[in-house]
């Protein structure tokens, strides 16, 4: 694997940093309501179309830059610096995978009418799977129901933790549609438009004392006698488990690659509050032994988070998802735990400033605790990749 930032990557990753530190950087409101933001928000999304570099992770003839897995990974470390910098250029989840999914199994009609304005940052979507009545862990054991009625599902459940479904234009919910199959056979992905009758819009939900807006926010939805035409099935019926670890493999290369970006500036705010910090006259916070080893545990840990993703991405890009199970558990859980140890250290060194809005850590140590439960939890990847270094030993259960 040759770790060489491609040449033709190199200024348009300046460019984007660039952008970045002078025009969404300015933006941020670390205590603040998102919603107030998108107006802002949308002027920055023209400029980044203006500078071509919309859509990043999209293929060219979807209107994106038609980036590698690896170069997007590039690309999402400088926009994770700032909790808007993937919203802005049109690659936030949970829309950036329901773009990819759009792409691989949607019908033409599916993708004129949901994914071509979602490409184009018109509209926004949302994913609804996760359950409170089960376990997020297994995604395999759900209630919803999508029951066939002549040319019709007719959807029944209970789902919270749908990410951005306020303002959303439609949702893709994970439905029970074949309950007598194999538990990974069980389920559907169904389009669901926000404004069909049945669909309920319960509150978002209050995460650490935040109860967010618009984008940045989590909801909770009941779906009641929610009717909408088999034709909205995405995929195959019974396929919803398949393409949900399909949608979640890349996606976790996004996030974690994001996550790197928040260590990398939580990183530089620690070091420049330990060289200016004076704790006596004329004594810097950075001469104590004990920071300096936060800042080097830091830069280590920063540095082999981001090899491991890279090397993650490049196995996908050259050997398929499949091949790269192990490696995408490994980072989920090791880039998630290295961005939590960056920022209680950077909050630390900040002391009563560091959890306070007047800096971005509070937001990021607020909205990122989730890293170590959504998308599999950590104690799910640890044993899968548990798992199959002891079946080489002959260990199978």
Same mark, same amino acid.
């Given at each position: 694997?040759?770790?060489?930032i491609?040449a033709r990557?190199?200024?348009?990753?300046?460019?984007?940093?660039r952008?970045?530190?002078?025009e969404?950087?300015p933006?941020?409101r670390?205590?603040?309501?998102?919603?107030?933001l998108?107006?802002?928000?949308?002027?920055q999304?023209?400029?980044v179309k203006?500078q071509?570099?919309?859509a990043?992770?999209l293929p060219k003839?979807h209107?994106g830059?038609?980036l590698?897995?690896q170069?997007?990974?590039?690309?999402?470390?400088i926009?994770?610096?700032?909790?808007?910098?993937?919203?802005?250029?049109?690659?936030?989840a949970?829309?950036?995978g329901?773009m990819?999914?759009?792409?691989?199994?949607?019908?033409d009609?599916?993708k004129?009418?949901?994914?071509?304005?979602?490409?184009r940052?018109d509209?926004?979507?949302?994913?609804?799977?996760?359950e409170?009545e089960?376990?997020?862990?297994?995604p395999?054991?759900?209630?919803?129901?999508?029951?066939?009625?002549g040319?019709?599902?007719v959807?029944?459940g209970h789902k919270?933790?749908?990410?951005?479904?306020?303002?959303?234009?439609?949702a893709?919910?994970?439905?029970?549609?074949n309950?007598d199959a194999?538990?990974h056979?069980?389920?559907s992905?169904?389009?669901?438009p926000?404004?069909t009758k049945?669909f309920?819009?319960?509150?978002?939900?209050s995460?650490? =004392?935040?109860? &967010?807006s618009?984008? !940045?926010?989590?909801?909770?939805?009941?779906?009641?006698?929610? /009717?909408?035409p *088999?034709?909205?099935?995405?995929g195959?019926?019974g396929?919803?488990f398949l393409?949900a670890?399909?949608?979640?493999?890349?996606?976790?290369?996004?996030?974690?690659?994001?996550?790197?970006?928040?260590?990398?500036?939580?990183?530089?705010?620690?070091?420049a509050?330990?060289?200016?910090?004076?704790?006596?006259?004329?004594?810097?916070?950075?001469?104590?032994q004990?920071v300096?080893?936060?800042?080097?545990?830091?830069?280590?840990?920063?540095?082999a988070a981001?090899?491991?993703?890279?090397?993650a991405a490049?196995?996908i890009?050259?050997?398929?998802?499949?091949?790269?199970r192990?490696?995408?558990?490994?980072?989920?859980f090791y880039?998630?735990?290295v961005?939590?140890?960056?920022?209680d250290?950077?909050?630390q060194?900040? =002391?009563?400033? &560091?959890?306070?809005? !007047?800096t971005?850590?509070?937001a990021?140590y607020?909205?990122? /605790?989730?890293? *170590?439960i959504?998308?599999g939890?950590?104690e799910?990847?640890?044993?899968?990749?548990?798992?199959?270094a002891l079946?080489?030993h002959?260990v199978?259960a």
């Amino acid at each position: 694997m040759d770790f060489a930032i491609p040449a033709r990557m190199q200024p348009i990753l300046d460019g984007m940093k660039r952008f970045m530190e002078t025009e969404v950087y300015p933006l941020e409101r670390h205590g603040g309501r998102f919603v107030d933001l998108v107006p802002a928000l949308k002027q920055q999304r023209e400029r980044v179309k203006e500078q071509g570099w919309f859509a990043p992770q999209l293929p060219k003839e979807h209107g994106g830059m038609g980036l590698s897995l690896q170069e997007h990974a590039l690309v999402s470390e400088i926009l994770g610096r700032s909790f808007l910098g993937h919203y802005v250029f049109n690659c936030q989840a949970p829309d950036a995978g329901n773009m990819e999914i759009l792409i691989r199994y949607g019908t033409d009609a599916q993708k004129a009418t949901w994914l071509a304005p979602l490409a184009r940052g018109d509209i926004r979507s949302c994913f609804s799977m996760t359950e409170p009545e089960r376990p997020g862990s297994n995604p395999t054991w759900l209630e919803t129901t999508a029951v066939k009625d002549g040319n019709d599902y007719v959807i029944n459940g209970h789902k919270w933790f749908t990410s951005s479904a306020q303002g959303a234009r439609f949702a893709i919910v994970m439905a029970v549609t074949n309950p007598d199959a194999d538990p990974h056979a069980r389920a559907s992905q169904i389009i669901v438009p926000t404004d069909t009758k049945g669909f309920e819009f319960v509150r978002n939900i209050s995460v650490m =004392g935040h109860e &967010g807006s618009d984008h !940045d926010s989590h909801a909770e939805i009941r779906y009641v006698n929610c /009717r909408v035409p *088999r034709a909205n099935l995405l995929g195959a019926e019974g396929a919803g488990f398949l393409i949900a670890q399909e949608r979640l493999g890349p996606g976790r290369i996004h996030h974690c690659m994001r996550w790197i970006g928040i260590c990398e500036r939580a990183f530089d705010l620690m070091c420049a509050r330990a060289a200016e910090r004076e704790i006596a006259p004329g004594k810097k916070l950075g001469e104590k032994q004990i920071v300096q080893e936060w800042i080097a545990d830091s830069r280590a840990e920063i540095n082999a988070a981001r090899l491991s993703v890279l090397h993650a991405a490049w196995k996908i890009d050259t050997l398929g998802l499949h091949e790269a199970r192990e490696e995408i558990s490994c980072i989920k859980f090791y880039v998630a735990g290295v961005m939590q140890r960056v920022l209680d250290r950077a909050v630390q060194a900040h =002391g009563a400033l &560091g959890i306070t809005d !007047d800096t971005v850590l509070a937001a990021f140590y607020r909205g990122e /605790r989730a890293s *170590r439960i959504y998308d599999g939890p950590d104690e799910v990847h640890k044993i899968v990749v548990a798992k199959r270094a002891l079946k080489k030993h002959g260990v199978t259960a």
